[in-house]
């Protein structure tokens, strides 16, 4: 019997894991996703834990059926936020990822690009639902048991906000939540299904989050007491926080996304510039949720450092990501994230050897050990395949040095959630409602206080303060998996400036994508493998 994503993605599909102390790959060895019962996750806490491992598993595994290039969030925060963004070029891969960058996938709804993340977050749902079913007459510590529900209630929470953003209009564009929603499966049930209205998934969302919230306090527990040191994969207290922050500002609920921002970043200073300079592959002091890994898990040519890093396989054949020109250009020269790009600033000079620009602009790496001399060799591949260009010759400057890969190919944590975030949501909150001065200060604090931009002030009011935060946005979470959602929210269309007009991307991408607010370039349409097996969708949603 056929079934549609959501009905088979509710029937207890689970993975059991081997070890806590990580996400680790372990849980693969003793049962792959899609095979296990909910008997398999009852009974204890420790079964539990294995669940919970086994959903932070998803986020970063290769999805068979999809292929090798379809990894959980990497593929999200790349493929789908990154390439059809505003900011993000791959040189490169530009003319046959055309498609796919200017949005021309998002009405194709038999392709497996549209059906990928309803796929994905479902499967997260699924899982997390089977472990909310069986939770509560489980055996264990009941700290741990509050903990451990918090933690799915927290996954699910965060897999609806994400279909939410793919698959629904904008709320700026639901008439007050009024457009449809999602399929709202709640349980292990697989009927048929009719999707919520957007304002019902929202509600839902909110309702997830302040059981989670609850939870996590009442249990008095944080991940590391939980799970092990090496945790920044699993839910916290802060990351609940965080998801909440991001569903309300997606919502227009400016209130709630800031004061959830708040709580998010409690406790995840800022990072230094050091630490910035790290390479975006190791957790630092403001990563409040990423993704665990190491040499033993990693997911080969598929991964996403693979691609993103300086030193990554693809920057060491010179195949280089970059950044838009006119946001690197929009910088000040003493802000350290300029660095972070190879810019006009940082090409070439006559007698300057490559080695000298990774040095000054990024860091040097200890050529003594054999992990070190390969990651000089490639972050000077890279370099000199980009510095040998001129801005006005060439569309390829720009390159960019924020991440770095662990070890090859392509080892390393992602961010998923980060403090700077959570402080530009503040910041974009204050603007929305008309408290100029805490915009500001927000901007302030991400940039001057930190170090990042020493001689950066803000007294900037009105649209030249909302065009500053959007600027600020853009630079420092870029890479990350935020550009498209953030235009989509904003209602800002997706410029990218070509060659002649001054820009870096390529004609087949260049040009102005989503000005109209309903074109299918903000709305993925429903895949074909939920609607032709859930006869719910033909119901209303149910009041």
């Known amino acids: 019997m056929r079934h549609s994503i959501t009905k088979y993605m509710t029937m207890g599909l689970l993975g059991a894991a081997l070890t806590f102390s990580s996400c680790s790959d372990s849980w693969l060895d003793t049962m792959p996703t899609g095979s296990a019962s909910s008997g398999e996750v009852n009974g204890n806490a420790d079964n539990m834990k294995q669940a919970i491992n086994g959903i932070c598993k998803l986020m970063t595994m290769q999805h068979a059926y999809y292929g090798q290039g379809f990894n959980g969030e990497g593929t999200i925060m790349m493929m789908y936020n990154e390439y059809m963004g505003e900011d993000f070029y791959f040189p490169i891969f530009a003319p046959g990822w055309a498609l796919m960058m200017n949005g021309s996938m998002n ?34 510590d009941e700290a741990e048991l509050q903990f451990l529900k918090a933690s799915a209630l927290t996954f699910r929470a965060f897999a609806f906000s994400q279909i939410v953003q793919f698959y629904c209009n904008s709320w700026a564009n639901s008439n007050n939540g009024a457009t449809d929603g999602i399929v709202l499966r709640l349980d292990e049930s697989t009927g048929d299904m ?15 989050l302040d059981e989670a919230i609850s939870l996590f306090q009442a249990s008095g527990l944080d991940r590391s007491a939980v799970f092990g040191s090496s945790a920044v994969c699993f839910p916290n207290l802060n990351v609940a926080y965080g998801v909440y922050a991001r569903a309300a500002l997606n ?12 709580l998010a970043r409690n406790g995840y200073a800022l990072m230094s510039n050091a630490d910035y300079r790290t390479g975006f592959c190791n957790p630092t002091s403001e990563w409040i949720w990423g993704s665990y890994n190491d040499a033993a ?3 080969y040519y598929w991964s996403y450092q693979v691609t993103m890093a300086y030193n990554g396989y693809y920057a060491s ?24 790009f190879l810019h006009s600033g940082t090409f070439l000079e006559e007698g300057q050897k490559v080695e000298d620009v990774i040095e000054t602009n990024y860091g040097s790496f200890d050529t003594e050990t054999e992990a070190g001399a390969a990651a000089a060799k490639r972050a000077n591949n890279y370099a000199a395949s980009v510095c040998t260009y001129t801005p006005a010759q060439t569309i390829e400057p720009y390159g960019a040095l924020k991440f770095a890969a662990l070890g090859m190919p392509g080892i390393g944590c992602i961010p998923f959630i980060r403090s700077s975030e959570m402080l530009l949501i ?16 927000d901007l302030i604090e991400l940039n001057q206080t930190s170090g990042r931009d020493p001689e950066y002030t803000c007294t900037k009011t009105g649209e030249d303060l909302w065009n ?56 993925w349409v429903l895949p074909s493998r939920e609607t032709d097996y859930n006869s719910g969708l033909d119901m209303p949603a149910v009041e």
């Not at 204050?430 to 200060?441: E, F, L, R, V």
Request: aromatic share 14%.
């Open 107 to 140: 009405d194709r709804n038999t392709s497996i690009y549209d059906s990928y993340p309803w796929y994905y977050y479902y499967t997260i749902v699924g899982n997390a639902n089977t472990i909310l079913a069986n939770v509560d007459a489980a055996e264990g």
């Open 194 to 208: 009719p999707l919520s209205t957007l304002a019902q998934t929202y509600e839902q969302i909110y309702k997830d």
């Open 251 to 262: 919502r227009e609920d400016y209130s709630k996304a800031s004061e959830m921002a708040q």
């Open 297 to 299: 898990e990693t997911l």
């Open 317 to 340: 054949i010179g195949y280089n990501i970059a950044a838009s020109r006119e946001l690197i250009d929009a910088i000040p020269d003493s802000d350290m994230r300029k660095g972070l």
């Open 426 to 441: 503040e910041a974009e909150a204050a603007y929305k409602t008309g408290d100029i001065t805490s915009a500001q200060n």
């Open 468 to 523: 500053e935060i959007i600027l600020y946005r853009r630079l420092e979470l870029w890479g990350e998996g935020h550009s498209w959602f953030d235009c989509k929210r904003w209602g800002r269309p997706v410029e990218r400036k070509g060659i002649t007009e001054g820009g870096n991307f390529h004609a087949s991408i260049a040009g102005t994508y989503g000005a109209d607010p309903n074109s299918s370039f903000w709305k």
